[in-house]
Each structure stands twice: as C-alpha cells, then as structure tokens.
C-alpha cells in the first residue's frame, strides 16, 4: 500500500517518502530525489497547499503529522 496521501502523482509520492519526523532541508531533498530544484520546490509547494506538508524557517520541510 502507498505511504503517502492517495493522489499524489509519483513525484509527490517520491517527496513525501523522504519527509520524516524531523524537518528536512530543500537541498537534502533535491539530493536524495534526483530531480531538480525547480521541480522540488514546486512539488512542495503543492504539497503545502494540499495540507500534507509544512515549512518551517530555514528552507525546511516536515509531514504535517509531525509539526
């Protein structure tokens, strides 16, 4: 079964499954994905929109459960 929110497209879903507990920085992210920066930042901020993710100062992203 998927982890994350039904929905998300593969990219979302790749995304999520690397947020945790703690919050993780956007470049971390861009790292451990393989897609670009423009593509991570955007798929965040649909995340964030949609209530799945938060960010916190520093360019850090967490799941909402875990704020």
């Known amino acids: ?3 994350g929110p039904a929905g ?3 990219r979302a879903e790749r995304i999520f499954e690397l947020l945790g ?3 993780v920085h956007i470049d971390l992210l861009v ?3 393989g897609l670009g ?3 991570v930042a955007v798929t965040l901020l ?3 929109l949609a209530g799945h993710v938060v960010q916190v100062p520093g360019k ?3 799941k ?3 704020v």
């Open 37 to 39: 920066a423009a593509e």
């Open 31 to 33: 790292r451990r994905s």
């Open 8 to 10: 998300l497209d593969q």
């Open 46 to 48: 649909n995340l964030e």
């Open 64 to 66: 909402k459960d875990h």
């Open 1 to 3: 079964p998927p982890q």
């Open 60 to 62: 850090l992203f967490v």
């Open 21 to 23: 507990e703690k919050p």
